[in-house]
């Protein structure tokens, strides 16, 4: 039996639209790091992956599928 604890990585992703605004009809974000507490705010969701993908290799992941 391995005694070797998982890697996690864990982000919180947060979605908003300002519904006050008819104008501001897209949404924007912000993608938070749990661990280190990094956050990155975003408009275009590959933004988002980008800043994820400095933690968790998500190249690899989908080369293994």
Do not use: C
Not at 16 to 45: E, I, L
Request: charged share 25%.
């Amino acid at each position: 039996m391995s005694l070797v604890s998982p890697q996690v990585e864990s982000f919180v992703l947060r979605f908003v639209r300002d519904v006050s605004d008819p104008d501001a009809s897209a949404w924007r974000g912000v993608v938070v790091h749990v661990q280190s507490n990094t956050a990155s705010n975003f408009t275009d969701f590959a933004d988002a992956v980008a800043f994820i993908a400095r933690y968790v290799p998500i190249e690899k992941m989908k080369d293994e599928r």
